[in-house]
């Protein structure tokens, strides 16, 4: 179920953590979205989708209803959560939260997932770093939402997501990125221009003093993951988070 996953027990002044990238295995979804998608706007059977989210809510200990997902956009908007959500899916790319009753999840299918978490502070968060989000730098605004909790040793898993060799862009297209993130400049396979989205989102992340593991593969390389880039209709994997309690004590 799981292409990456760790659980960290609580110690000393520092929180549990579980957190963690799905694969395309272990759900019940029908090609050509087999078999684990988690993406309610991908032509799905909608019973196969939600099956396959109450398997990831319990994989981290939560009822489906406190496994929580954002309306993607491509923007830079980050929500703060406190409770499911009340009514509609809010518009966002970004959420955070100090509740470790809830596990916040972002979907992906090429896009780049992160996953922050501040142990000590006792604040975790999601991000969806697509191009436009990556060039827009919604990490600043990820990251500020959580200092902004408190947060001040920050955290990151960044997820698998298609890599710079297979991320073909116009030229113009790799110009800009490169003007906010310079090492996201690359070629692809062939020579032409292409954008390593990850490395951009995984600079922007060390310049704000977080301390990151960058998760190796491709989705458009390995067919465990989903990738748009490589069969158009697909289904989604997501990055999950979910803040554990503090140590007991004695």
């Known amino acids: 179920m799981y292409y990456w996953s760790d659980e960290i027990a609580p110690s000393s002044g520092r929180r549990g953590l579980r957190w963690g990238f799905t694969s395309r295995r272990g759900g019940v979804s029908a090609p050509p979205h087999d078999e684990l998608n988690l993406g309610g706007r991908t032509g799905d059977d909608p019973d196969a989708v939600a099956r396959n989210r109450e398997v990831v809510a319990s994989?981290?200990?939560?009822t489906v209803d406190r496994l929580l997902f954002m309306d993607q956009c491509h923007g830079t908007d980050v929500v703060v959560v406190d409770g499911p959500w009340a009514g509609?899916?809010?518009p966002a790319d970004g959420m955070v939260t100090t509740r470790d009753d809830l596990a916040l999840a972002v979907l992906v299918a090429d896009c780049v997932p992160v996953l922050l978490a501040d142990r000590v502070a006792g604040v975790v968060g999601v991000v969806h770093a697509g191009r436009p989000g990556?060039?827009?730098?919604?990490?600043?605004?990820?990251v500020a939402s959580m200092r902004?909790?408190?947060?001040?040793r920050i955290i990151a898993a960044v997820g698998p997501s298609v890599c710079g060799r297979c991320y073909e862009v116009p030229a113009a297209m790799r110009d800009a990125a490169a003007d906010v993130s310079p090492v996201s400049a690359t070629v692809s396979w062939s020579g032409t221009p292409a954008i390593d989205v990850a490395a951009g989102v995984v600079d922007q992340l060390r310049g704000h003093d977080v301390a990151v593991t960058w998760v190796?593969?491709?989705?458009?390389?390995?067919?465990?993951?989903?990738s748009y880039r490589q069969t158009g209709q697909t289904g989604r994997f997501a990055g999950v988070v979910r803040l554990g309690p503090l140590a007991a004590t004695a």
């Not at 990556?134 to 990820?142: C, G, H, L, S």
């Not at 902004?148 to 001040?152: F, V």
């Open 134 to 142: 990556m060039t827009a730098r919604i990490v600043d605004e990820a």
């Open 59 to 62: 994989s981290v200990g939560v």
């Open 88 to 90: 509609s899916t809010p």
């Open 216 to 226: 190796p593969g491709c989705s458009r390389e390995d067919e465990r993951l989903y």
């Open 148 to 152: 902004a909790l408190g947060a001040l």
